[in-house]
């Protein structure tokens, strides 16, 4: 290499190098304002991050591997109601009593992530808070770690999401439990009686007569009294035991660790003698019974077995004539079932046409011209044929049907005579009488329901004779005298059936503005006999002493037809004139009737159609 060479090689390399450390200087200082700037950035992090901690509306706390509170935020501290500087220092398990239990650590916590949870705080001065907490867990500068926990007071929703619950879970008119967790109860009780080896017993409570409580008192008095049972229940109800509303006016006693089955009924007895004592209701005086259904489970019942039975229990208590406690036996469930078939077909039977009404004609035995019927019902059974009303209305009361029967029979009876007088095949005057319940007579929307109905069918008000007994009337004298008074009011007129058989005094009997006296059988059939004629004889003056009509009921013999005469009754009605005959028969029955008593003209118009008439009438 020549020495020009030389030189040029050691000028370039030394201009090299000087580049280089030029270059290394300049990236040197670039370097260092990077550090800088970075570290100028955590810092102003930090202060972000400090601001963020100190200022935030999230009660915020550090906690140690012990769970001490190494730092905290102001909303946490006032959240706990503790000076921040004592909040520092402290285990957090000892500012929220009702949060933790024993003293929390940290050190086998993920050393990543989060978790949340809820949690129920009691502070030291005693308010409790239920909160939402999250949790995340890091490794402090030291390598140890550490909890940080955000807190928000969820005690709002908490309270509603529990009252919604509750409301779930709870009937809302008592507050007892519902259907829905007294089923749940049950099973954790029949669960528990296994492992124990005690029964578990079901006691099942229905208010007797509670709809004519309602009806005749108000809706709202029929709450009252569901709130005032349901107190004097829970008043007596054992501490393990659960006490619910089953629905309407039924509640169950749920009791738990029986040692033999006649536990329970002794219990039942004890409630069942409690509830005898009136409740006092506003300013009035209420006195009720209750039908008790008692059954003891075995090793094998179900939540639904065990309720079903105590059902079939009271079931039966309210057959044999409520106010009574029946205990379950096995036998039963063939009896009730054949009770619940009957029950079905009654209510099919009503709205699907198997009921059918007979007339009886009411004569005046000084004119022997028939001048109403008596509606009385049957029931076309599909098994067992016609069924008179004595053979199902028991049955119909017990089921709270005889209001949904006294309605078809009214709107059936009530077509049919307008359609008779308007085929002018009954006199002019003809009336028809409608038997009603003791319920209607409790009842304030009785009378509109009639009114109601005679202005759909077309039938003029005064054809309408309503027949009432006299226990019913004596049930609730003024409200059935306001009942009476409406009815007349628009034209109706009201009987009171079978006399004699009640406890009415004549004093009672002049305050209650009825038409007509129908006055019993049992006195009818004594009528030849000297004792039976002189107390129809008086009861027929006094009928007539009150301006009441007096219709004499069981006749059925000519001979006491004539005695009646000669006594001074007005009307008659029995076999004696005519049975109880369906519509299609009965007209026939009347005509010839008129034409044994000398009555040439009949009972039809010669220019009315000769359509006979049936069931489809109507």
């Known amino acids: 290499?020549?020495?020009?060479?030389?030189?040029?090689?050691?000028?370039?390399?030394?201009?090299?190098?000087?580049?280089?450390?030029?270059?290394?200087?300049?990236?040197?200082?670039?370097?260092?304002?990077?550090?800088?700037?970075?570290?100028?950035?955590?810092?102003?992090?930090?202060?972000?991050?400090?601001?963020?901690?100190?200022?935030?509306?999230?009660?915020?706390?550090?906690?140690?591997?012990?769970?001490?509170?190494?730092?905290?935020?102001?909303?946490?501290?006032?959240?706990?109601?503790?000076?921040?500087?004592?909040?520092?220092?402290?285990?957090?398990?000892?500012?929220?009593?009702?949060?933790?239990?024993?003293?929390?650590?940290?050190?086998?916590?993920?050393?990543?992530?989060?978790?949340?949870?809820?949690?129920?705080?009691?502070?030291?001065?005693?308010?409790?808070?239920?909160?939402?907490?999250?949790?995340?867990?890091?490794?402090?500068?030291?390598?140890?770690?550490?909890?940080?926990?955000?807190?928000?007071?969820?005690?709002?929703?908490?309270?509603?999401?529990?009252?919604?619950?509750?409301?779930?879970?709870?009937?809302?008119?008592?507050?007892?439990?519902?259907?829905?967790?007294?089923?749940?109860?049950?099973?954790?009780?029949?669960?528990?009686?296994?492992?124990?080896?005690?029964?578990?017993?079901?006691?099942?409570?229905?208010?007797?007569?509670?709809?004519?409580?309602?009806?005749?008192?108000?809706?709202?008095?029929?709450?009252?009294?569901?709130?005032?049972?349901?107190?004097?229940?829970?008043?007596?109800?054992?501490?393990?035991?659960?006490?619910?509303?089953?629905?309407?006016?039924?509640?169950?006693?749920?009791?738990e660790g029986l040692e033999k089955p006649a536990d329970a009924l002794v219990l039942a007895e004890r409630l069942q003698h409690l509830m005898r004592e009136p409740f006092e209701i506003g300013n009035r005086s209420v006195a009720l019974t209750l039908s008790i259904g008692v059954a003891v489970s075995n090793s094998s019942d179900t939540p639904q077995a065990l309720l079903r039975d105590a059902d079939l229990a009271m079931y039966q208590a309210k057959e044999l004539g409520r106010d009574r406690i029946s205990m379950f036996a096995r036998e039963m469930r063939e009896h009730v079932a054949d009770s619940w078939a009957l029950e079905d077909q009654l209510r099919a039977a009503i709205t699907g046409g198997d009921l059918r009404l007979h007339y009886q004609a009411m004569m005046d035995v000084k004119t022997r011209k028939v001048v109403g019927y008596e509606s009385l019902v049957r029931w076309v059974h599909p098994m067992r044929g016609m069924l008179n009303p004595g053979e199902f209305l028991h049955v119909a009361e017990q089921l709270d049907l005889l209001t949904d029967i006294d309605e078809w029979t009214l709107r059936t009876a009530s077509a049919q005579m307008a359609d008779w007088l308007r085929r002018r095949q009954v006199p002019a005057d003809c009336v028809i009488g409608v038997n009603a319940s003791a319920r209607n007579f409790v009842n304030a929307a009785y009378p509109s329901l009639v009114k109601g109905i005679l202005e759909q069918t077309g039938l003029p008000p005064e054809h309408v004779v309503i027949e009432i007994t006299e226990d019913a009337v004596l049930s609730n004298t003024d409200r059935a005298d306001r009942i009476i008074q409406e009815l007349r009011s628009f034209g109706v007129r009201v009987a009171i059936d079978d006399f004699g058989t009640g406890y009415s005094s004549f004093s009672q009997l002049a305050t209650l503005e009825f038409d007509f006296l129908k006055i019993d059988q049992s006195f009818t059939n004594q009528i030849n006999e000297r004792p039976g004629r002189e107390i129809v004889f008086a009861l027929i003056q006094m009928a007539r002493a009150l301006g009441l009509t007096t219709v004499i009921e069981g006749v059925e013999s000519e001979a006491a037809l004539a005695m009646l005469v000669e006594l001074g009754a007005d009307l008659a009605q029995g076999y004696a004139i005519a049975r109880p005959l369906p519509p299609e028969q009965v007209l026939q029955a009347t005509d010839q009737l008129a034409l044994v008593n000398g009555d040439v003209s009949g009972s039809s118009d010669d220019t009315a159609e000769s359509v006979p008439v049936t069931d489809a009438a109507f």
């Open 1 to 255: 290499m020549n020495p020009e060479t030389t030189v040029i090689v050691v000028a370039a390399s030394s201009i090299g190098v000087f580049l280089a450390v030029v270059l290394l200087a300049y990236l040197g200082i670039r370097g260092r304002r990077s550090r800088l700037r970075v570290i100028d950035q955590l810092g102003h992090a930090k202060v972000t991050l400090d601001a963020a901690f100190v200022n935030s509306s999230m009660a915020t706390v550090v906690l140690d591997e012990d769970g001490v509170a190494l730092e905290c935020n102001l909303a946490f501290a006032t959240l706990v109601q503790q000076p921040q500087s004592e909040v520092v220092g402290r285990q957090h398990a000892d500012l929220v009593l009702g949060g933790y239990t024993g003293r929390q650590r940290v050190e086998n916590a993920p050393r990543s992530g989060s978790k949340q949870r809820e949690a129920r705080y009691k502070l030291e001065s005693g308010i409790e808070l239920w909160v939402s907490e999250s949790t995340t867990t890091f490794l402090g500068p030291d390598e140890q770690p550490r909890t940080l926990m955000q807190i928000v007071d969820v005690s709002r929703d908490r309270k509603i999401r529990d009252d919604l619950q509750r409301r779930v879970m709870h009937d809302g008119l008592t507050r007892l439990p519902n259907r829905a967790l007294l089923g749940d109860r049950i099973i954790q009780a029949l669960i528990r009686g296994r492992r124990t080896g005690y029964s578990t017993g079901v006691i099942l409570f229905d208010i007797d007569y509670f709809k004519t409580i309602n009806d005749s008192l108000g809706h709202h008095i029929g709450d009252q009294v569901i709130r005032e049972v349901a107190d004097r229940l829970r008043a007596n109800t054992r501490v393990a035991d659960t006490l619910a509303r089953f629905g309407g006016d039924e509640f169950v006693m749920l009791c």
